[in-house]
């Protein structure tokens, strides 16, 4: 038996190919203590243990079998698979909509690789056509890869990179942008993207999936086609994430670039409006608004991009206990701005107070924002609070605290001048501080409850 038959394979999962004569690609049934199962033999990672071989059953998902429960394996054929789709030439007509689609990485442009295991950036843009062919049928996709990267390596210069390549394609007339991207800091480039790129004549619209493409539960094909018709048909000009609403595949969402978070690691409904409510929900060929007070589309190719950003900010999570020296070291280290993320309505322990005091002589610029996600900083309340703004501390709203961390790196990214930095941050540009939450913006699940219950029944479809 040769190396490619076996691939991955090693130890006592290595003697039972040679036992019961099969290959990695072959179909098979496998008799087991725990019943019988048939699919296709898959390669191991390498860095696996010797204990199991793995099958792709029927369904399209993968099961491991511990070899000390097999009792017999028959191979039924033999076919190599190819997990690589094809990279194909996006069809044109004239009467769709001209759609660009930037890809950056992410699970909605990845493989899974068999050498190792692991989800890994492997789709060209121009391969997500081959894989979602649907997408023909609402509008004009031309591709670009601008990078091929997980989401926790998207940063600053990406965003600036993106900010610029967005400009381009609207000055060309674009009618709608699609920006495909990981999801776990797909939040942190919304942001950006708000900040930098404003007011835009079409949408601008980020999308990814939480499993990768080759899971049959997938939900990368669907946020690709609801970003597509957004992207193409919308009248909202905006900065908008793009994904699943509920845990079906019956809508999805859109929500504000600076006013969303992601939730739940695996979860394909991940992605939560906080402190308001979505946009709107889209369906495969239509749109419905929450809100209506979005800016329009427009048929001109104006837009104002501002793509700058100062790496020398941070964002400090209290705890309790925490030592002055912790904020101290930043200072140190030449940090220009800090975003604290503070209990309550805002508060850090009185340890900090001398290190609030240096770095804000410093010309640090400090700003409070909340553990709780939900609600207002509020720090006129109680004594704490006042003695933190009034040694440099200032109150973001009820900005999210991601989304004050991306913002004050934009601020000091055109300005050094502390009191112009505190002008921009708290100059809403798109919902990032809102006059009031409204009643429905806080929504918090807990099983258990009647009433919650049978709302969940019917929700969870």
């Known amino acids: 038996m040769q190396a490619d038959d076996t691939q991955g394979y090693k130890g006592e999962s290595l003697e039972v190919f040679e036992k019961y004569d099969f290959r990695v690609w072959g179909k098979v049934k496998v008799t087991t203590t725990r019943g019988v199962f048939e699919g296709t033999v898959l390669p191991r990672s390498e860095n696996d243990d010797d204990q199991h071989i793995v099958l792709k059953i029927i369904t399209g998902y993968n099961i491991g079998i511990n070899i000390k429960t097999i009792t017999d394996i028959v191979e039924l054929g033999y076919s190599k698979a190819n997990y690589k789709i094809p990279e194909k030439a996006f069809p044109y007509s004239s009467d769709k909509p001209n759609v660009k689609l930037f890809g950056t990485g992410g699970t909605i442009a990845s493989r899974l690789d068999y050498r190792t295991g692991a989800v890994i950036p492997a789709f060209s843009p121009g391969e997500l056509y081959g894989a979602v062919p649907e997408l023909a049928d609402i509008c004009n996709i031309e591709t670009e890869k601008l990078f091929s990267v997980f989401s926790e390596n998207m940063g600053p210069e990406q965003y600036i990179i993106l900010a610029k390549a967005i400009e381009k394609e609207i000055e060309k007339g674009t009618d709608g942008i699609i920006i495909g991207h990981g999801t776990d800091t797909l939040h942190h480039t919304a942001a950006a993207l708000t900040f930098m790129v404003q007011d835009p004549p079409v949408p601008i619209v980020l999308v990814g999936s939480q499993r990768s493409s080759d899971r049959p539960s997938s939900d990368a094909a669907m946020n690709l086609i609801h970003a597509a018709y957004t992207a193409s048909k919308s009248d909202i ?225």
Request: charged residues 25%; aromatic residues 10%; contains cysteine.
């Open 237 to 461: 000009a905006e900065v908008m994430v793009c994904m699943f609403g509920p845990t079906s595949d019956e809508y999805g969402f859109l929500h504000s670039g600076t006013r969303v978070r992601k939730m739940h690691s695996s979860y394909r409904s991940t992605f939560r409006t906080i402190g308001d409510t979505p946009i709107a929900t889209v369906r495969r060929n239509s749109i419905t608004k929450i809100k209506t007070d979005r800016k329009p589309r427009r048929s001109d190719k104006n837009v104002r991009v501002n793509a700058v950003f100062n790496t020398k900010v941070s964002m400090l999570y209290y705890y309790p206990g925490m030592q002055p020296d912790v904020l101290d070291a930043m200072v140190d280290k030449g940090y220009k701005g800090i975003v604290i993320v503070g209990t309550g309505l805002g508060h850090v322990n009185k340890l900090l107070y001398p290190a609030i005091e240096r770095a804000a002589e410093k010309g640090v610029a400090i700003y409070m924002t909340l553990q709780t996600i939900w609600g207002y900083v509020n720090m006129f309340v109680y004594d704490t609070g006042r003695d933190l703004m009034s040694k440099g501390i200032v109150p973001a709203g009820n900005m999210l605290p991601e989304t004050a961390f991306i913002k004050l790196g934009w601020a000091l990214g055109q300005t050094d001048d502390i009191e112009e930095v505190k002008r921009i941050m708290l100059t809403p540009v798109a919902d990032e501080i809102t006059p009031r939450e409204p009643y429905d913006g806080y929504l918090v699940y807990q099983g258990g409850v009647p009433e919650v219950d049978e709302f969940v029944k019917n929700f969870r479809k």
